[in-house]
């Protein structure tokens, strides 16, 4: 087959919204799914004589990025206009920065090797620019609409190295730094919500090949799976044009989802066809580098580190560890219910089970979760006491999820303690063994795998409460 003669290579671009209130050079909102054209101004219209002021919060997370990724903070960078006509683009140009961006170099790590090496993609720069409005074109027959909400809205955009040989790895690096981009809060990385939107540049050559073939860039994917089958369907497509004899054309191609196939949009451009200037209306960044310093030692543990740690603190499995981190609140909740209960595996255990089930049932964030991280902590030392089955413990934490109350309360509440009287145990396995006189002369004339089947029923009849050890022991007795 043609692929096997050449091999894939992908760069990625992705832009990603940073998590301001305000737009990138004026003050109106940056809020999602506002009426059509509501959050616009003069600035962010272009309208004649208005002038933009670069948002400092947008700097600040624009540099926390590029920090959390490797990169390192040129001390000044220059905004550039990027000249191209689009109808959503008001001022005919984008404000965006070229050849002296805000950072560069860094890498991302999106695995191992088979000889147990880091795989990593490197970053070949991050630089800060506004986004442009919307085109809406299925709204209206015949016509498209345009808002505006969008334009001048704050973003970092992420190149990356040529370095990426499989839709797989597009796919593993693509997560890995939407991760690491929640880590350090600099965005919501929605690409349902448009905050995280992905380019991607690919090339095919034979293998060994250093000098590299020319690129196709693809765009119009709204998920990870989307980049993944893009990258695959042009690689096809590539690889059968080249091995017919023809040529590559450099070009901008749109993923057709339903078709799942690359249609062309436009001849690509080079940079020459922007025109980049430096923007006249605004002063080249400057940043102090002992401001950049300080940025530095305000970056959180980011998820490898945390992983890491995680699996030495509680000794819990590789694939345990890749769920529980998966976003900062899942792991924030999980590391109070385990500190508090000291039980690292119980605390995995409720949180990826009933505590994820019961979140995705509300539709509530972990972090706004109605039973507290201290109050599950409690409900998990209640059953390692004894206080309460297991059994019991589903039941009361279905009602703390109502309710909001404590787990203790709950239990007391709803008659749920367990109880270890002896003379209480022995009363409800008499009962059982009265009202199941066939089952209980086998047991007694020495059946003993029916002790199982009357431990259940001695446990349903008191509700729980009865401590499991103590009823087998008494029924232990009772057979001989």
């Known amino acids: 087959m043609s692929h096997e003669r050449y091999e894939m290579v992908v760069g990625l671009e992705v832009h990603v919204q940073l998590k301001t209130r305000t737009k990138a050079f004026c003050g109106c909102s940056t809020d999602f799914g506002a009426a059509p054209n509501v959050n616009t101004c003069p600035v962010c219209l272009a309208l004649p004589g208005a002038l933009p002021v670069l948002n400092e919060h947008a700097v600040e997370l624009a540099t926390r990025a590029a920090l959390g990724l490797g990169c390192k903070i040129d001390p000044v960078s220059v905004f550039a206009r990027k000249n191209y006509f689009y109808p959503d683009l008001p001022k005919g140009y984008q404000i965006s920065q070229f050849d002296q961006p805000l950072a560069t170099g860094g890498s991302v790590v999106i695995g191992k090797d088979g000889q147990g090496t880091d795989i990593q993609v490197g970053i070949t720069r991050l630089h800060m620019e506004e986004d442009a409005g919307k085109s809406i074109h299925d709204r209206y027959p015949g016509a498209t609409a345009i808002d505006l909400n969008r334009a001048g809205v704050p973003l970092i955009e992420i190149v990356s190295e040529p370095d990426i040989r499989t839709a797989a790895d597009a796919g593993a690096y693509l997560r890995t730094l939407k991760q690491i981009l929640q880590y350090l809060d600099v965005s919501d990385v929605s690409m349902e919500e448009g905050s995280l939107r ?81 923007e006249p209306d605004l002063r080249p960044l400057m940043l102090d580098q002992k401001w950049i310093d300080h940025k530095r030692g305000d970056l959180p543990e980011l998820p490898a580190a945390r992983k890491a740690r995680l699996s030495q603190e509680y000794g819990i499995l590789p694939i345990e560890i890749e769920q529980l981190t998966a976003t900062p609140a899942v792991a924030d909740y999980f590391e109070a219910v385990a500190r508090a209960s000291r039980d690292g595996k119980g605390a995995y255990n409720w949180v990826m089970g009933e505590v994820i089930a019961a979140t995705r049932a509300s539709g509530e964030e972990i972090g706004h979760f109605k039973v507290r991280p201290a109050d599950l902590a409690q409900l998990l030392n209640l059953v390692r006491d004894g206080t309460i089955s297991h059994t019991a413990a589903k039941r009361v934490f279905a009602r703390m999820v109502e309710t909001g109350q404590q787990a203790a309360q709950v239990a007391a509440d709803e008659g749920l303690l367990q109880v270890g009287d002896e003379s209480a145990i022995a009363t409800w396995v008499d009962e059982v063994l009265d009202e199941n006189p066939e089952e209980a002369k086998r047991y007694l004339s020495g059946e003993k795998k029916l002790q199982g089947v009357l431990v259940g029923l001695v446990m349903k009849k008191s509700k729980g409460r009865a401590d499991p050890k103590r009823v087998n022991q008494l029924l232990s007795a009772r057979g001989g």
Not at 200 to 218: C, D, F, M, W, Y
Not at 265 to 270: A, D, I, L, M, Q
Request: aromatic share 8%; with cysteine.
């Open 198 to 278: 992905v380019d991607a540049n690919i090339s095919v050559r034979p293998p060994g090949q250093s000098k590299l073939g020319t690129k196709t860039e693809v765009k119009n994917m709204n998920s990870f799976s989307a980049v993944e089958k893009a990258l695959e369907a042009e690689f096809t497509r590539q690889c059968a044009l080249l091995a017919a004899g023809g040529k590559v054309q450099q070009q901008t191609l749109l993923w057709d989802g339903a078709r799942e196939a690359v249609r062309p949009s436009r001849t690509k451009e080079g940079s020459h066809d922007y025109r980049y200037f430096p």
